[in-house]
């Protein structure tokens, strides 16, 4: 009897627990065992090496490279994106005209494919005739290739990231504001609380635990959105704006060195894990539940 | 009221001026919510503004409060006009009836928020502090969040806040609605007594007739955005100005009769309805005498309510509890002292209850005041 239970267990888990296994934990298992092999190639095949893939990426200048721009990238998307989203979620709270449209038009780039709206961003950047130039060209300063120049190329595509981002952080932002109840502001108000005291003392620390999730995310996101490096940069120029995840992919399937590629996954992985570890219960502590 | 001058929280008598409301209309787009309201309450004197939900009571206290502004009218306290201030520059408090406290504050910073946001020293705020916290009975529980409190101590904290400002003018919107019923018996003498000993202006909003009846120097009735009347308690009881305030003060509330079903009423010319209190209808004495059929008996232990039919029209009469059930019909009596009469348009007419109560006992009960 107990058996038969076990057996129609098992049949009703077996389509996730494949899936899951197949897909999730047996790919990353198997990558970090990989991280200590050799890559095979041609007639000579895989060899344990132990540490050495590890002990190359201290000699990589590219990894370097790709390692500061992300701490850069990161550095400006996480506050910037966090910041923009408050922002905009304050100012289509209250009672505003075409409330409804600046809140779609606010929320359209979580909408689009980060790899369209590249594509787009492309035109806005580009020498002469881009969107900025056209700016730049009224205000009669001379013409720049933001994407092509190693000192702005990673700032581009910083940008597109906090403009793609930052209107899907809103919504949360939009959510945890219509929660705190108005007659908390009428109250602040009889006692006469400024708007930015009461923002301070008040909205700040209730809407905290929204803070906490978008900066986890914002943070996940910094080493996860590759898409428009694709698009606009490959990384260029001069690996200007080179990032980890997109360093993991030429090594892995460009150069098919997929031991190395392997091994830069462990350590991007186990980075993530520190850093939203930390977040966590660094702002925890901070953080009012209600 | 000799506590008072005791106490340093209180501003000097002199210095506390009345609310008075005249023309005060306010409304919105699809609705007007008060319309024309001439109203003065008196400093230091406990008002009620009562009326059924959707009668703008609230309005007008978020229009007292700053919150909302009027249409047309003035608020003035005093001599001086408050209507274009903002809420802080109108020198008033408010408790809200969900409390407003703030969830991530614990008590002692949720009580001294105002007076924190207005820069008061420090000391000074300490100082404040353990005497409010001490008068409410909160001491024991500063370092608290809100959301380890009771409902009871919730509105403790609500009503410290409150205090605590030292303003003389104290505005509160339902505040006893969300506590259960023992509770909210026990709040009602407590605010009352915190009023007396802070010699507050208070402008109380409820629903509840027994709120009004048992706290209030002055109710104000309200219906559909007007004023129906201003009185003490006893004199809105026993002197109610119009059909809807007899129709909505007591439990159970003035038997309103059309003047047709009981034609042997000396009644004045005009008379449409005539009232009388269900505790007046009588089995005996002096007055009008009539059968009436019996339709049911509702009993409340100590006394029970008979719901009769006389001419057609429901009367409703309250008698002790250890009566005997009633059968089929009784014979009553109305005594003609007791009987109210309005008009056509609902107004209260010259009627033989003018006469009573004495009006005595509303002086012993300021006195005691």
Known sequence: MVRKDWLI????????????????????VQTVIDSFWSTARGRRPSVFV????????????????AMINNAIYAAITIPASVALALAMALFVQGRILGRGFLRMAFFTPTVLPL?????????????????????????????????????????????VTVWAQAGFFMIFYLAALQT?????????????????????????PLIMPTTLFISVNATINAFRTVDHIFVMTQGGPNNASMLLLYYIYEQGFRFWDTAYASALTVVMVIILAIVGIGQFFFLDRKVHYR | MKDSTANPAVPSVAARPDLSLSGVTKAFATATALQDVDVTLPAGKFSVLLGPSGCGKSTLLRLIAGLDHPTAGTIALGPDRIDHLPPKGRNLAMVFQSYALFPHLDVA??????????????????ERLERVASMMGLSEL????????????????????????????????????NLDAKLRAEMRSEIRALQQRLDLTMVYVTHDQVEAMTMADHIVVMNAGRVEQVATPRDLYAHPASVFVAGFIGTPPMNLLPR???????????????????????????????????????????????????????LLLRQSGQALPPGDALSLTLPEPALHFFDDAGHRLPSPSDQSPQPQQELQRETRA
């Open chain 1, 9 to 28: 267990a098992l049949a009703f888990l077996a389509p996730a627990l494949i899936l899951l296994f197949t897909f999730t934990h047996y790919p990353a």
């Open chain 2, 142 to 177: 500063l370092a608290r969040k809100p959301a380890e409190l009771s409902g009871g101590q919730q509105q403790r904290v609500a009503l410290a806040r409150a205090v605590i400002s030292q303003r003389p003018v104290c505005l509160m919107d339902e505040p006893l609605s």
């Open chain 1, 50 to 65: 132990g540490w050495d893939n590890y002990a190359r990426m201290l000699q990589d200048d590219i990894f370097r490279r």
């Open chain 1, 115 to 159: 790899i369209a709206v590249a594509n787009i961003w492309l035109f806005f950047y580009l020498p002469g005739f881009g969107l900025f130039e056209q700016v730049r060209g009224l205000a009669g300063l001379s013409p720049r290739n933001w994407i092509g120049d190693p000192d702005t190329a990673l700032y581009a595509v910083t940008a």
């Open chain 2, 109 to 126: 910073e949720n009580i001294l928020f105002g007076l924190s946001v207005r820069r008061v020293p420090k000391a000074e705020r300490q």
């Open chain 1, 180 to 204: 705190i109840p108005p007659s908390l502001r009428e109250a602040a108000e009889i006692e006469g609380c400024s708007r930015w005291t009461f923002f301070r003392r008040v909205t700040w």
């Open chain 2, 260 to 314: 047709a079903a009981i034609p042997g009423v000396a009644a004045p010319a005009g008379a449409a309805t005539i009232g009388i209190r269900p505790e007046e209808v009588a089995q005996g004495g002096d007055g009008l005498r009539l059968r009436a059929a019996v339709r049911s008996v509702e009993y409340l232990g100590a006394d029970q309510i008979v719901t009769l039919e006389v001419g057609g029209a429901r």
